[in-house]
């Protein structure tokens, strides 16, 4: 027998305002994916003047040819990958170790080691002395600036470590050690096969993190060549902005037509940019989605 609930006015007055704010939601997010990709193919004049604001208008592939053609933005591309790639296996090789220590519980002094990992998530040296002590390894403009200060973060660590706390259970490290398996043949042969949603949530976090700055090589890097595409969309926006206040200082004349055209391309560029750069994040996410939502609850909920 079925028993059904009444729902009273209250309740369906609930539900009701529980889609509207789900659809305000929705609107808000996805307008601004839906503005890039109509701005993406757009002639750059309606975009400029707003008349664009939702559908493609003068729909032109100009950008995305430009995008494709300009060997910076490729050269950034393949920085980015690298980059990326190089630095979230370090990531992944600090973290990892060090969060399923200190999830042991016969590890010596592992409170005093948290505490002082946690203090460093509150207190820094600021970016001066960081910089300093970069160059002081000699690592300013190299690939290394870019990942070394930032090889793990103390939020990963905690989630990675209370998944290993809430996971893997302790008799199985008992039984390792009575079959005489060292610890880090323990770790590398029954605790990683059996992490793999903490692992790809990690992978992702630094992934996405590496993917998208631009910070780190503003500072540590000099040379165009080891840009990383976040870099070149920055310099197609510095052109853009510099190429619209000249036009505004009183330039006329041909010099005021070739840096409007400037602009347009800037402008075209700039879209394109954009959608190339997020489509390998898109592309890759829906297939990390299923270990994300169990890694991530796993990982920061229980424990």
Known sequence: MTIRIKET?????FVLSCYLYLLVALVIVIYPLIYIISASVS???????????????GITFDGYSRVLQNEEIWGGYSNTI?????????????????????????????????????????????????????????????????I?????????????RTFFQSTIPRELQEASEI????????????????????????ALFYGITHWNSYFSALIYLNDAD???????????????????????????????AAMDKKAEIASLMKYSVIIVSTLPVVIIYPFLQRFFVQGVMIGSVKG
């Open 9 to 13: 006015k209250s309740d369906r007055l």
């Open 43 to 57: 002639d750059p004049k309606y975009v400029g003047s707003g008349e664009m604001w939702l559908y493609p208008m």
């Open 82 to 146: 690298l980059y990326t790639v190089v630095g979230t296996l370090v990531n992944l090789a600090v973290t990892l170790p060090a969060a399923y220590a200190l999830s042991r519980q016969d590890l010596a002094g592992r409170g005093l080691v948290m505490g002082l990992i946690l203090f460093t998530m509150f207190f820094s040296g600021g970016l001066v002395p960081t910089y300093l002590l970069v160059k002081d390894l000699h690592m300013i403009d190299t690939m290394w600036a870019l």
């Open 148 to 160: 070394l200060p930032s090889a793990a973060t103390v939020w990963n660590i905690i989630v990675s």
């Open 179 to 202: 079959d005489g398996c060292s610890d880090f043949k323990l770790f590398i042969s029954i605790v990683l096969p059996l992490s793999a949603p903490i692992i790809t949530v990690m």
């Open 226 to 256: 080891k840009f990383p595409l976040q870099m070149v969309l920055r310099k197609i926006l510095v052109l853009q902005e510099l190429s619209a206040e000249s036009m505004g200082i009183g330039v006329s004349g041909d010099s005021a």
